[in-house]
């Protein structure tokens, strides 16, 4: 059964920091998809990673994907706090339209 | 803009109650998902469809939920009757071959 885990589970940061989220899982998967969640709102998809080393970037957040350690990190560049949100990591099942999704991390940005 | 909606977008009802939650899918999207999201379980997959199929309904309380597609505009959750442990808010996602799943807003239950 595929597990997917996620850490830290919060976060709290100081504006103008760095810091990583990861996101391991269980068994052979090539896809990995992180989402945002704002309070009280819906997922909304950030980055597709779809083969082993890929790397996405968006603003300050930047993806990758390690296949061989089941591995993926989100890592937040000089944060600020727009980026204060649940970010979670979903991976693609086998042979499955199914993502199993991690617990979330959830971020705090403060001044 | 396509995107994925949900009706209703609140919905406040009594123990025993019949609920029903509908999600219309982005336009040529063939998978459809139905998930709800506590504080407590997090994120969980209730069911989903391909091409209108179920394809798999073990996330789901199959006493008193139900899941179906009537046509590839409409997916609806009903529940029957309701308890209050179903309190949750209810997403849907629909995707593509791509696999990539866009969620509507959220049906935000309450069962008193």
């Known amino acids: 059964e595929l597990k997917v885990e996620q850490n830290p589970l919060f976060l709290s940061m100081q504006e103008g920091k760095n810091y990583t989220i990861y996101c391991n899982y269980s068994t052979t998967s090539d896809r990995l998809y992180w989402y945002r969640q704002d309070p009280g709102k819906s997922l909304e998809s950030l980055f597709v990673l779809l083969s082993n080393g890929a790397v996405k970037q968006e603003g300050r957040l930047m993806a990758s994907l390690d296949t061989k350690a089941r591995l993926s990190t989100l890592h937040i560049t000089a944060a600020v706090h727009d980026l204060s949100a649940t970010y979670f990591c979903?991976?693609?099942?086998?042979?499955?339209?199914?993502?199993?999704f991690g617990t979330g991390t959830r971020l705090q940005v403060f001044p | 803009d396509a995107r994925v909606t949900q009706t209703p977008r609140h919905k406040v009802t009594e123990m025993g109650q019949e609920v029903t939650m509908r999600c219309q899918p982005i336009l040529g999207h063939n998978t459809v998902f139905w998930y709800r999201q506590t504080m407590m379980q997090g994120l969980e997959l209730l069911a989903y469809f391909r091409n209108r199929a179920p394809l798999d309904d073990s996330g789901m309380p199959k006493d008193r939920f139900s899941a179906e597609m009537p046509d590839a505009t409409l997916a609806t959750l009903k529940i029957q009757p309701s308890e209050p442990r179903d309190s949750a808010v209810y997403f849907c996602?629909?995707?593509?071959?791509?696999?990539?799943?866009?969620f509507g807003p959220g049906t935000r239950l309450t069962v008193l």
């Open positions: 996602a629909s995707g593509s071959s791509l696999k990539e799943q866009f």
């Open positions: 979903a991976v693609e099942g086998y042979n499955t339209d199914k993502l199993i």
